[in-house]
């Protein structure tokens, strides 16, 4: 047995003198164990305390820093602190890769869609194009040849007068004779478009009522023949007011105009213009005031119907290039549609250029 033992410290001895020995790391000349054998460093049964050594000198000193010595009482924890930190790296990885596809993605579908709106606003532009050079031609050859008869309207030129039929109801009219126009907002800045106003009172937020009340004595001065276009009714369809009512309304505004006149004081009443932000009952509600407002007008004397609520339908639909973005005033392609419609209507009523 000692002689076993001696020719072990022997061996161990010559490896120490071996150089080989000494250039290795620390870590490479201890045997690696796993986590699993890590108990025998701290368990008591595994523990042996020494008291001398092997020379017989008094010693303090346990099993485990033999073991110590011999084993690599960290590599196990080392090689677990490396593989959680190669997992977390490749979880960082990913995370900051899905971040990049997310950014790229949405940079795509921004893109995307700026291109439509692209698209959109290049149609549009092109439509409101092809549309504003109709209007210039036809515009000038209303210049050279007068615009074209209304449908269901025959006009008879004489010297002084112009026979104007429609709706089974004929108007003699002085040709040039003044025009008044009384309306809401829906007509702001029409004196720019049609210059040849006598006046234009506009009065934004008005309703039939407060017309009757406030601003019908204005053509108490109209002195001789002349044409009032009403141009009002939008609010109070909005207000909830029933179509028999908003004609009542109408009908008491145009006796009002009317009212003291000797000579003719014609009376041409617009119909009620359909909105965007309408629903199917205030829709309904203009429809039915727009036909009675059609009935009134051929009963009354001096009194003519404008249908100008169809130049903003399209099969029933509602055109919304015309309208601004709030879904109720008029853009400026709207308001071009409806003053032309209202520019022609006087040049073959009374000869207004």
């Not at 092809?130 to 209304?150: L, N, T």
Request: aromatic share 8%; with cysteine; charged share 35%.
């Amino acid at each position: 047995m000692s002689s076993n033992k001696k020719g072990g410290d022997e061996r161990f001895l010559r490896v120490q003198k071996d150089p080989r020995f000494w250039e290795m790391p620390e870590r490479e000349r201890k045997i690696k164990i796993d986590k699993r054998f890590q108990s025998m460093f701290h368990d008591k049964r595994f523990t042996e305390k020494y008291t001398v050594n092997k020379r017989g000198r008094p010693i303090n000193q346990t099993s485990t820093e033999d073991l110590k010595r011999f084993y690599n009482v960290s590599s196990s924890e080392d090689e677990d602190d490396d593989e959680e930190g190669v997992k977390s790296k490749k979880k960082k990885e990913v995370k900051e890769e899905l971040v990049k596809v997310e950014k790229e993605v949405k940079v795509e579908i921004e893109v995307k869609e700026e291109l439509v709106k692209v698209e959109i606003e290049v149609k549009v532009e092109k439509e409101v194009k092809v549309k504003v050079e109709k209007e210039v031609k036809e515009s000038k050859d209303v210049k050279a040849e007068g615009p074209p008869p209304e449908r269901g309207v025959r006009v008879i030129e004489e010297d002084e007068l112009v026979r104007y039929t429609a709706a089974e109801k004929t108007f003699a009219v002085r040709k040039g004779l003044p025009v008044y126009l009384l309306t809401a907002s829906i007509c702001q800045g029409v004196e720019e478009q049609i210059p040849h106003l006598t006046a234009a009172y506009v009065h934004p937020d008005t309703f039939l009522a407060r017309s009757l009340e406030q601003h019908a004595w204005k053509f108490d001065r109209v002195t001789g023949e002349a044409l009032v276009v009403v141009h009002i009714g939008t609010d109070d369809v909005a207000s909830g007011l029933s179509p028999a009512a908003i004609v009542g309304q109408m009908e008491a505004l145009i006796d009002r105009i009317q009212h003291g006149h000797a000579e003719p004081l014609y009376v041409a009443v617009c119909s009620i213009l359909p909105r965007l932000v309408d629903n199917q009952r205030t829709m309904g509600t203009v429809r039915d005031t727009n036909r009675r407002f059609h009935e009134l007008c051929r009963r009354k004397k001096d009194t003519i119907h404008l249908p100008t609520g169809k130049l903003f339908l399209h099969h029933r639909q509602i055109i919304q290039n015309y309208f601004a973005g709030d879904g109720v005033h008029l853009n400026v392609e709207g308001k071009k549609v409806l003053f032309n419609y209202l520019k022609t209507f006087l040049w073959h009523f009374c000869k207004h250029s």
